[in-house]
Structures are given as structure tokens and as C-alpha cells.
């Protein structure tokens, strides 16, 4: 029979967030279908809390060294539970936190580890449903090789409800090896100004057209700047950049000043999930098919009717100027 | 204080070329995979441009260690041998994406420690925190693991060294932020997101210097079986994504901000 683990850290709140959450209910499911037993691993600085959000039995480690999120102590807990459950296949959130260790943690256990899991299903065995190839293609894939550990992506599965779980602590030791990190802190490279919102209901993606040359042989680069802020600022929308905008900044050309690496969706920028997109000056592939793959409704402004990346990747292109669109969309917005 | 820098870093199709995939006699492929031009992967490009830009400031010196097959390696390092000095170690085996982190990293660690000389007490392995084919972001931990290096760090953009032999690194966490870290020193592992660099300009000097070692190693680079008997695929497909464009034009813009004003707070 298999053991599935549901493992997982807690949040400096002592609570599980909404992604592991999310990820509690595929380990259910896959307990469910593959008739299973399913387990619950969490460790952090405090446990108390996420322990009531989980059911059965539920192993802990509980320290305040575990509260910061470092390869070497973070790779110990997981072990040691993963170890003391005895698990045939693990099932963590896809955090930033879980992806630093993760695939270390199966290489210690001789097991193999599939992450940005999107899908699965228990029929006839376990599959799950992965993208390939930056989101280009999308794979099922089945594994014989056990312990398999998952990294489960959000935004697929509904917050588990749980009972509260039965706690068996785990000791694990940690000797000073393994603090050679010390963590220092957080860091925003935005300069005052919040621009990706993973929650966002919308993705504003601007291209590089806002930094080219206007219809008066002109850029306008602030008056670009300071409409898209005020239509962040308005919208709540988070905001991506298609990579060649990004990579003016480090060319040394005159760039919108908020806009980092960080803020880049597409080849080598991420892959958001966002309800809406709505797209301005995009000419290439990146924003309108990679980095779109995972926005339901996509629109986009853009001068050219004839654009190939926007016609047959957006729902409705606007053929106008987005100077123009968005200096009237804010002033709707109020 | 001296440094070596091992950068693992595969190869991908160029990423503005049509990928299909079909299956092979050796599981999934792409359909003409070996036509297909191939670039070092996005993010090991980053890894390699910020080793050289580090090794530069301590006097210290760049590995690049590349998994791929030997037709597609020689092509590539044309190009990338330009960019900046490295030495190459290659591996001979598929850098296809339907196979599994496990295995490559086996094989990376293996070059890796077939180095002659190498000092792990100044070791810092950097690679790709993903790459572009599998994108599963799990490879370097791998290495670090079979190399014994327990300090690791991902999506990674920027390096500080301190006088005191400890560095501080900047990894990518949720909300557009940066996590800080100080780690008292080598040996280390950095999976790379972008960094801070652009792409440096094709220096050919630079290139006849580093092909002098390249083509030798390439012709040297030792085989490696990457198949994983007990990963299986299923119906690999490019999901069906054209969708029906509506197009508007000659519209007053006033129109056009209520309609998208309407259409955000649905």
C-alpha cells in the first residue's frame, strides 16, 4: 500500500498558506484513488496552528531554527520526516522554500522528483500532468521508481478542510554545519513601488514599444512610466514585461525605472496565473505564449492589426495607441 | 582569495523555433531535433556570464561543464566560446528534456569531480535554478547533493563576496522580492535566475582562446546513459491554442478604455 506525505513548512504565522493548502487536498486525492494512506509531515518555528488545519497523523518537527527558510536545515526536517513516515510518494507545495530543497531531499532517499505538477490523475496508477519545454507542451508522465516526490503548482486544487491532526514529533539533529547561511532578511529591488501581485485578478504586461519612439519621432518614456504606475496603482493589477524591455535596463537605455528582471513573464521570466492579461506594445512570442499560458482571458493593445503573436493568442486585440488607451483608462478607474 | 566556478549547463532548442513532440525509438523526442539550431540554455547563459564576471574580480577561474550531443555541443560553443574564457567539460548524452534531473546530475557530478586539481574549499557550483527543456528547476540540488554541499541557493540573481571569504546571495522568493542570505563561504551551490548581467558581445579573441580547449574536450567528452527505465510518458502533446481574435480597429480610444474598463471589473 502506498504512504503518501503531504509535507509541508509553515508560515511565520504558524499557519499553512493557501498553496500548501491547495496541495493538501491532491495528497488526499491521490490517497483516495490509489486507496492509499495518507500522511501529514510539517515542520517550521511553530506547528500548533497548521496541525488544526490538517487530519490524521501528522508529524512535526517544531524549532526555531526551522522557521527561515535555508537549504541545509529545510533539507534535514524533510528528510527526517519523510524518513520516520516511511512515505512512498511525498506531495509539497511548489514553493519557493520547497523547490530549493526538494530534489536534494529525494536524492538522499534514492527517489525521483517531478515538480510544477498541474494535474493528475489515480486511474489505473498515479499520473500526473506537467508542462515541457517552457508550457509548450504538455506531458502525462508515470513513474515506477518510489519514493516519487511531487511539487504541486497553486491555483489547481481547492483549500483542504481539515480536523486537526494526531501529532508524532520527529527529532532531528542539526550541528553547525548546516547553519554556515545565516538568513538575513527580505528584500524588495522595486524602488517603493509594489508591482507584482500574485493575487491579481489581471496581469498588465507592457512590451518595449513604450520606450520607443512616439508618432512625434519622440520617447516617452516617463509619461509611459508614470501611466502604467497609475494603472497598477488603480487596477491592483501585478505587472510582467516582455524580455526585451527588461533587458534594456542592462543595455544602459533609457527603461521604465520599476521595471526588474523579477517583473519579466516568458522564456526565462515566469509563467503567472492571473484570471486576466491585458498586453501593451508586445511584439513577440514570449508575453503573448509562454508567459500567457496560464491567463484565462487575454487582451491586448498594440498599433499593428497584422500582429502574429497577438492575433490567434488574445481574445480581442485593440488596434490603438496604449499611451492613449491607458491615459483614458485611468482616468475611469478614477 | 581565488575561486573556481563550475558552471553546468545544458543545451535547448533555440526558443523561437516550432517544437513538436513525437515519439522515438528512445522514448519522446521533437520532430527533427537534430535540424533544430541550439542555443546553451537561457539561464545557464545567465549562470556562465555572472562566473566570468565573478571570477574576473577574484583572479579566479570558470568550468563550464555542458551535458549534450557531441553534433549539437560543437555548434553551440561556436557561439557561447565568444562570450567569455571558460574551460569546457563536456558530456556526451541527450540534453533532450523528456529525461529525467536524476540522471543528468549523476552524470554532471561525475564531470565535475573528474576535474584534475579540483579544490572544493573554493568551489562554487552555478548552473540554471530551471532550464528550458524539462523545467523542473531540480538538477543542481542533485549535484550539490552528490558533491556533498549543503549550502544551496535558487533562483539566485545576485552574488556579493565580503572580504572574510563569506558571500551574500539574493534568491527569488513570492511577491517580486528577494531573500538575503550570507553563507560563511565555498563550497556552495547557485541555480541562477537572470542575474544583473546582459549578454556580453562576441569577443573573438575571447573565442579563439577558449575554442583551443573546446574542440579537444568535445572530442574527449565521455558518453553517458541518461534513460530512466522507470519514467514513462504519456500523450505529450502542444495543446491547442489559437484562439479566435477579435479584432478592433478605427474605434475611438474613448470607447476602447470602457470596454476594457468594463471587461477588468467583471
Redesign the interface.
Known amino acids: 500500500m502506498e504512504k503518501i506525505l503531504f509535507l509541508s513548512h509553515t508560515e511565520e504565522n504558524g499557519h499553512l498558506s493557501p498553496h500548501a493548502l491547495e496541495t493538501l487536498t491532491a495528497a488526499s486525492r491521490i490517497a483516495a484513488g490509489l486507496g492509499g494512506e495518507l500522511l501529514v509531515g510539517l515542520y517550521g518555528g511553530s506547528t500548533g496552528d497548521a496541525v488544526q488545519q490538517v487530519s490524521g497523523k501528522t508529524y512535526t518537527i517544531e524549532e526555531k531554527i526551522f522557521a527561515v527558510?535555508?537549504?541545509?536545515t529545510d533539507?534535514a526536517a524533510a528528510e527526517a520526516i519523510c524518513r520516520a513516515a516511511g512515505a512512498t510518494i511525498v506531495v509539497a507545495p511548489g514553493?519557493?522554500?520547497t523547490?530549493?530543497?526538494?530534489?536534494?531531499v529525494?536524492?538522499?532517499l534514492d527517489g525521483?522528483?517531478?515538480?510544477?505538477i498541474t494535474g493528475l490523475s489515480t486511474e489505473g496508477g498515479l499520473?500526473l500532468h506537467r508542462?515541457?519545454?517552457?508550457?509548450?507542451?504538455?506531458?502525462?508522465?508515470?513513474?515506477?521508481?518510489r519514493p516519487w516526490f511531487i511539487a504541486v503548482e497553486s491555483g489547481i486544487f481547492e483549500k483542504f478542510v481539515g480536523t486537526g491532526g494526531t501529532v508524532e514529533s520527529v527529532s532531528v539533529v542539526i550541528d553547525d554545519?548546516?547553519l554556515?547561511?545565516?538568513?538575513?532578511?527580505?528584500?524588495?529591488?522595486?524602488t517603493g513601488e509594489?508591482?507584482?501581485?500574485?493575487d491579481a485578478?489581471?496581469l498588465f504586461v507592457a512590451g518595449a514599444g513604450w520606450t520607443k519612439k512616439q508618432a512625434d519621432g519622440q520617447t516617452h518614456t516617463d509619461n509611459a512610466a508614470d501611466l502604467i504606475l497609475d494603472f497598477l496603482k488603480k487596477?491592483g493589477a501585478s505587472l510582467g514585461s516582455s524580455k526585451s524591455l527588461?533587458?534594456l535596463k542592462?543595455?544602459g537605455q533609457s527603461v521604465l525605472p520599476f521595471m526588474t528582471?523579477?517583473?519579466?513573464v516568458g522564456?526565462?521570466?515566469s509563467t503567472p496565473r492571473h484570471p486576466?492579461g491585458?498586453a501593451t506594445c508586445c511584439h513577440g512570442?514570449?508575453p503573448h505564449?509562454v508567459g500567457w499560458r496560464f491567463i484565462t482571458?487575454?487582451?491586448a493593445?498594440n498599433l499593428d492589426?497584422n500582429c502574429g503573436w497577438?492575433?490567434?493568442?488574445?481574445?480581442?486585440?485593440?488596434?490603438?495607441?496604449a499611451f492613449?488607451?491607458i491615459e483614458?483608462?485611468n482616468?475611469?478607474?478614477g | 582569495m581565488s575561486l573556481t566556478i563550475v558552471v553546468c549547463g545544458s543545451l535547448?532548442?533555440d526558443?523561437?523555433q516550432s517544437?513538436i513532440?513525437m515519439p522515438t525509438p528512445d522514448g519522446?523526442g521533437l520532430k527533427n531535433e537534430m535540424m533544430l539550431p541550439h542555443v546553451l540554455d537561457?539561464?545557464a547563459a545567465?549562470a556562465l556570464y555572472e562566473a566570468a564576471n565573478l571570477a574576473k574580480k577574484v583572479n579566479g577561474k570558470v568550468y563550464l561543464v555542458s551535458l549534450g550531443l557531441k553534433a549539437k555541443l560543437q555548434q553551440s560553443m561556436m557561439t557561447i566560446a565568444q562570450k567569455v574564457p571558460f574551460e569546457l567539460v563536456a558530456v556526451d548524452a541527450s540534453h533532450s528534456?523528456?529525461s529525467?534531473?536524476?540522471a543528468v546530475?549523476d552524470a554532471l557530478a561525475a564531470a565535475i569531480n573528474s576535474i584534475a586539481g579540483l579544490d572544493k574549499s573554493s568551489l562554487l557550483i552555478f548552473g540554471g535554478w530551471e532550464s528550458?527543456?524539462?523545467?523542473?528547476?531540480?538538477?543542481m540540488?542533485?549535484v550539490?547533493?552528490?558533491l556533498g554541499i549543503?549550502?544551496?541557493?535558487?533562483?539566485v540573481?545576485e552574488i556579493l563576496l565580503n572580504s572574510d571569504g563569506s558571500f551574500?546571495v539574493?534568491?527569488?522568493?513570492?511577491?517580486?522580492?528577494?531573500?538575503?542570505?550570507?553563507?560563511?563561504?565555498p563550497p556552495a551551490v547557485l541555480g541562477w535566475?537572470?542575474?544583473?548581467?546582459?549578454e556580453p558581445p562576441n569577443n573573438p579573441q575571447v573565442g579563439m582562446l577558449n575554442m583551443r580547449i573546446v574542440m579537444p574536450a568535445i572530442q574527449q567528452a565521455k558518453p553517458a546513459t541518461i534513460k530512466?527505465q522507470?519514467?514513462?510518458?504519456?500523450?505529450?502533446?502542444?495543446?491547442a491554442?489559437?484562439?479566435?481574435?477579435?479584432?478592433?480597429?478605427?474605434?475611438p480610444?474613448?470607447e476602447?478604455?470602457?470596454e476594457?474598463?468594463e471587461?477588468?471589473r467583471l
Open positions: 527558510s535555508r537549504y541545509a533539507a514553493t519557493s522554500r523547490m530549493r530543497y526538494l530534489s536534494g529525494a536524492a538522499r525521483k522528483v517531478d515538480t510544477h499520473m508542462w515541457y519545454y517552457r508550457q509548450r507542451m504538455r506531458a502525462e508522465i508515470r513513474r515506477s521508481d554545519k548546516l554556515r547561511t545565516s538568513v538575513q532578511g527580505f528584500k524588495s529591488p522595486v509594489q508591482t507584482i501581485r500574485p485578478d489581471t487596477s527588461v533587458d542592462g543595455e528582471h523579477l517583473n519579466q522564456q526565462t521570466g486576466k491585458l512570442e514570449e505564449v482571458e487575454r487582451r493593445i492589426p497577438a492575433q490567434g493568442k488574445a481574445d480581442v486585440l485593440y488596434v490603438a495607441d492613449a488607451v483614458e483608462i482616468k475611469l478607474l | 535547448v532548442p526558443p523561437l517544437l513532440p519522446f537561457p539561464w545567465h528534456g523528456f529525467d534531473s536524476s546530475a528550458a527543456s524539462r523545467a523542473a528547476g531540480t538538477t540540488q542533485i550539490g547533493e552528490k549543503v549550502d544551496q541557493f535558487q533562483g540573481d551574500q539574493l534568491e527569488r522568493v513570492e511577491g517580486g522580492t528577494h531573500q538575503v542570505s550570507v553563507c560563511s563561504g535566475a537572470t542575474g544583473n548581467l546582459p530512466d522507470a519514467l514513462t510518458f504519456h500523450n505529450v502533446e502542444v495543446p491554442q489559437r484562439r479566435q481574435t477579435k479584432i478592433v480597429k478605427d474605434t480610444v474613448p476602447i478604455a470602457r476594457i474598463v471587461w477588468l
